[in-house]
């Protein structure tokens, strides 16, 4: 007794195509999720900036994502994808140390908590079966 698989090569495309799609909708979720945490009011300090100190800005709390003041991490937060991977980037250089913290400063994650949440939604929708949640307090890596 003997099987015969054919591959038709036209649904690895499909599937490729459809894989691609679902990568592409990923990164635009956890990119607008991460915008959204920017954006919710802040708990932190209040302080008054520019040249006259007339600019009232209130910072982020530990825990909190960091507060929208310059927009240049904002502006920095950047996808990209080739068919079957996506990469979100952080290109302000103090990105990283808002992520996991420093030895002076609390972290203030706004990646992990982003990349959880739409996992997260995509295993409860059945989309995927299961993930491993990243975990920023033991630092990126390389």
Do not use: C
Not at 16 to 36: E, N, P, T, V
Not at 37 to 42: E, G, N, T
Not at 53 to 68: D, F, L, N, V, Y
């Amino acid at each position: 007794m003997g099987v015969i698989v054919t591959i038709n090569a036209a649904g690895i495309a499909s599937i490729k195509d459809q894989a691609s799609k679902l990568i592409g909708k990923i990164l635009r979720d956890i990119h607008s999720r991460i915008l959204d945490l920017m954006r919710q009011p802040k708990t932190g300090r209040v302080y008054l900036k520019g040249k006259k100190r007339t600019i009232r800005h209130q910072a982020s709390a530990p825990g909190e994502a960091p507060a929208i003041d310059t927009s240049v991490l904002w502006n920095s937060i950047r996808t990209s994808q080739s068919q079957l991977q996506g990469v979100i980037s952080v290109g302000a250089r103090y990105g990283v140390w808002l992520e996991t913290g420093t030895k002076f400063m609390a972290r203030r994650p706004y990646v992990e908590p982003a990349v959880n949440g739409v996992l997260t939604q995509l295993q409860s929708a059945g989309v995927i079966s299961s993930f491993t949640r990243i975990d920023t307090r033991q630092g990126l890596g390389d």
